[in-house]
């Protein structure tokens, strides 16, 4: 079984960029983001695409982020994705609370620092800087689009460690 991690903020949920810190910890922040629908509706797919478990892998900057950001899923991508979301502290990386797999996220020193195979979210207000030379998908692509994208990229990878 393939374990796909997946990012919230800027990957399923817009991100803005000029909240603080203070604001983006106050209770109830996180809760009423809009959803990025077409990359909600890709991750959706592949959540039931045989072989493939997809799993929200997020930072949190306080308790109460956590509980926003479970409300949130529950909202917009049903109660297994609430039910089974990681969320790690602002500022510890991801990959020390998770085995390797596949990492979709907007945040490069996030995906240079994973240790399987990271899959940046190009959304709009990311990726001026060009440090990430890796796998990449877009945001604002239709979900179909998306989906095939990744399911594309979670088999080649495949077929080349089968290969091996």
């Known amino acids: 079984m393939n374990t796909i991690y997946v990012d919230m903020d800027g990957v399923l949920v817009e991100f ?9 910890a106050t209770p109830g922040y996180s809760r009423n983001l809009k959803p990025m629908q077409d990359m909600c509706n890709a ?6 695409t045989e072989g493939l478990q997809v ?15 479970k409300i949130w899923l529950n909202k917009f991508l049903g109660k297994n994705f609430a039910d089974n979301a990681i969320f790690v502290p602002y500022g510890i990386p991801k ?17 240079h620092e994973w240790k399987g195979i990271g899959i940046k979210v ?28 990744l399911l594309g990229i979670i088999m080649v990878n495949e077929m080349m460690n089968d290969a091996i």
């Open 122 to 149: 190009y959304n709009g207000i990311n990726g001026h800087n060009g440090t990430w030379r890796g796998y990449s998908v877009h945001a604002h692509s239709s979900w179909e689009n998306i989906y095939n994208q």
């Open 43 to 48: 991750i959706r797919a592949l959540s039931v």
């Open 55 to 69: 799993r929200i892998l997020s930072a949190v900057i306080s308790e109460a982020a956590a509980i926003d950001k």
């Open 95 to 111: 990959s020390r609370l998770v085995e390797p797999g596949y990492l979709i996220d907007d945040f490069s020193k996030n995906l």
């Open 16 to 24: 803005d960029p000029s909240k603080s810190i203070e604001e983006v």
